[in-house]
């Protein structure tokens, strides 16, 4: 049976996505990492498109288009991205389940899912790394993290020389310098009054003979510098500091997660109830699985749409993953959706099975 036909075997609609499509989606909803990779065109008209980077921002459009709340997909396709280690042009099949509202059980059987095409498609010694950036956030918010802190450290989950970087900032190790600024704007910058620091900037631009537009404006650069200033002035303690490191490198069997969890919260004196829930949960749902599982506290997946869960299958003599998916519910919303749709899925890199070869029919 082929991937597609065991996707739809499961209950999938399998929709016709365009080679070519529009690009501002794909900009406007995806972050730095997948921008940079993409293949833009543009027709007469000025309008950009791009060649199908990838499948899951087409098919939601179609959901949106369609105006259902609740629906599997299947596809199968070649998709266009620069990518490490690969061609630039390659197949994909994946899974899509939208609307589905108990999304713990549409979690479990999205890796179910997952770990069934893989093993009816003949891949064996599959394991699973999974993380979840709502299990971050509530790290985060039970240590206390400050706030203007917490939004940097959450957009970087998943880069750990990024995270790195923000902590050392945060203990004073490394910070953006905010000296030597014109008399006028540091003052202005003290009183955290973004019109008169903005005021302030004008006034030195035009001193300089800087244009005020064609770049970042005053009130930008203001709004920056305000950032900055509040950053630099809430400082981590190194408690806090080690305590979020040794989160971070909680790396276990997904069976042992439920327990390091929990004594990571009695070390600290903190409670992160949904985490050990959802953990413990997972686990229950995957236990008879053939496939070898590990929980990864740090492992996330840098684009801006992601809001929970994600997973990675590997076969065992491979070094990239075979599949890779987890839970999107912002994106439909990103997307134009009055309403928010819960949203979980998977793609896979089908050029990496074993056995596979171009032109085998998905």
Sequence with gaps: MTLLKTLEATGCMVPEIDLLQPADPFLDTTG????????????NSGKQFCLRPEFTIPVCLRHLEKGWIKARYAYSGKVFRQREGGAQEFTQAGFENLGSENANDADIDCIKTALNVLEQAGQKDLSLVLGDQAIFVSALEALRIPQAWRKKLIRAFGDDAMIKQYLDMMCGEEEEALD????????ALDTRNLEMLTQAIKSEMLEQGLPLSGGRTPTAIAERLIEKAELASQKLDTNKRTALEEFLAIDVDLKDA???????????GIMLPLARDELYARNQGLKDSNATMRYHASFGRRLDYYTGF?????AQDKTYPLVGGGRY???????????????VGFAIWVDRLAGYEEGTAL
């Design 180 to 187: 030597n600024l014109p008399s006028e704007i540091s003052s």
């Design 32 to 43: 730095e990492d997948l921008r940079r990779r993409i293949f833009m065109t543009q027709e």
């Design 329 to 343: 519910d912002r994106l439909l919303t990103l997307l134009g959706s009055p309403q928010e749709i819960p949203a």
């Design 258 to 268: 439920h327990g390091t969890i929990e004594a990571f919260e009695n070390k600290h």
């Design 310 to 314: 994600v997973f990675e299958v590997y």
